[in-house]
């Protein structure tokens, strides 16, 4: 699969109902532009960046949310400031009586975010560390056919199965907006680097994998990132929020 390639978008953004469109952005953001983007957040956003306790984290906190406010401000047609969030019981965000629909996720300073029209998206990204066991995680977290392939990989290509599972099962559970609740050894994608990427089996719903798209982000060598969609016969848009040049080389 080709790396993709990121555009600036247009003065006129425009979403059909069969697109996807997804951002990238830089969270490392000088001091001056991030006080006038914390400027739009609202006070229960304020707060939940306050109790990071790490600087950085605040800060990454801070940007992602308003650049989510930003983007969509785009879609919506009004002030980032005053878009108005609500939360589903598991915490997942949404417009209310506004058809679109939307997804984040952010990891080591960079953000990733799916838009779309009246589909469930969810979207996940990870930073590929250089140290990094993830054995355990994997007799955790990991379903037994997912750990059967994982073993049957090529050792030097373990990790990136590793990520590609993890960051593709984040992915539709948070299409799903139900969080742990969803066991995440309950259902089955696909993780070998190179092989069609799926939802391979619910188990006890079987109409669940011919109704979710699941789609690779190809970013660089350091992160991973999944897309998991409602429908198919999609059409995917790739825009860039700020200058990501030395990210994406």
Same mark, same amino acid.
């Given at each position: 699969m080709d790396r993709i390639e990121w555009h600036i978008p247009p003065k006129n953004l425009n979403m059909k109902s069969d697109e996807v469109h997804i951002w990238l952005a830089s969270l490392?953001?000088?001091?001056?532009?991030?006080?006038?983007?914390? !400027?739009?957040?609202?006070? #229960?956003?304020?707060?939940?960046? $306050?109790? /990071?306790?790490? %600087?950085?984290?605040?800060?990454? &906190?801070?940007?992602?949310?308003?650049?989510?406010?930003?983007?969509?401000?785009?879609?919506?047609?009004?002030?980032?400031?005053?878009?108005?969030?609500?939360?589903?019981?598991?915490?997942?965000?949404?417009?209310?009586?506004?058809?679109?629909?939307?997804?984040?996720?952010?990891?080591?300073?960079?953000?990733?975010?799916?838009?779309?029209?009246? !589909?469930?998206?969810?979207? #996940?990204?990870?930073?590929?560390? $250089?140290? /990094?066991?993830? %054995?355990?995680?994997?007799?955790? &977290?990991?379903?037994?056919?997912?750990?059967?392939?994982?073993?049957?990989?090529?050792?030097?290509?373990?990790?990136k199965a590793f990520f590609n599972c993890w960051t593709r099962k984040e992915a539709y559970i948070k299409a799903k907006g139900m969080g742990l609740s969803i066991p995440l050894d309950s259902f089955d994608v696909s993780l070998i680097p190179g092989e069609p990427v799926k939802l391979l089996e619910v188990r006890g719903k079987k109409e669940e994998k011919s109704r979710w798209f699941l789609k690779e982000i190809l970013i660089n060598n350091n992160y991973i990132s999944a897309l998991a969609v409602e429908g198919y016969n999609l059409t995917f848009k790739y825009w860039k929020w700020n200058h990501l040049k030395e990210l994406l080389t």
């Open positions: 490392d953001i000088d001091r001056t532009s991030l006080k006038n983007l914390k !400027k739009i957040l609202s006070e #229960d956003e304020i707060k939940r960046a $306050e109790k /990071f306790y790490f %600087e950085k984290d605040k800060n990454h &906190f801070i940007a992602c949310r308003s650049i989510l406010r930003n983007i969509l401000s785009l879609y919506l047609n009004v002030p980032a400031g005053d878009i108005k969030f609500s939360y589903n019981p598991y915490g997942k965000p949404s417009v209310p009586e506004k058809k679109i629909s939307f997804n984040l996720s952010n990891s080591y300073g960079l953000a990733i975010y799916g838009i779309t029209c009246d !589909k469930e998206i969810g979207i #996940d990204i990870e930073h590929i560390p $250089e140290d /990094f066991s993830w %054995e355990e995680i994997v007799e955790q &977290f990991f379903s037994k056919k997912e750990i059967m392939e994982l073993y049957k990989t090529p050792c030097d290509m373990r990790k």
